[in-house]
């Protein structure tokens, strides 16, 4: 089983943020953190390292980081990235998710 997917828009835009970079970082870290009223959320951030118990992906030349506590949380995630008149954001499609909280900002599983 794939740990989680991109789709190409999604891949675009991040091979475009980690580029304008400058080379100072070579991974893209994706995982969660405890936030909101529901408990979890997801994180992007650049990484310059795999850090001990990391899993790492390699997604059509693209270096994805997954931290141990995040793993669970993400098999069969997809990201996706998309663009309104009003907002641009990455969007995350979890069949693990069971709920949200009220605003959206928090997912439980």
Request: glycine fraction near 12%.
């Amino acid at each position: 089983m794939q740990v989680l997917s991109l789709t190409p828009v999604a891949k675009e835009k991040m091979r475009g943020l980690l580029s304008a970079q400058a080379g100072k970082y070579s991974y893209i870290r994706i995982g969660t953190r405890t936030k909101g009223c529901a408990g979890v959320s997801y994180k992007i951030e650049f990484a310059d390292m795999v850090e001990m118990g990391d899993e790492h992906l390699n997604i059509d030349g693209l270096d994805i980081v997954i931290d141990n506590k995040s793993l669970l949380y993400l098999i069969g995630l997809v990201i996706d990235f998309k663009e309104t008149d009003l907002e641009s954001g990455f969007v995350f499609e979890n069949p693990n998710k069971k709920g949200e909280c009220g605003c959206g900002e928090s997912f439980f599983v």
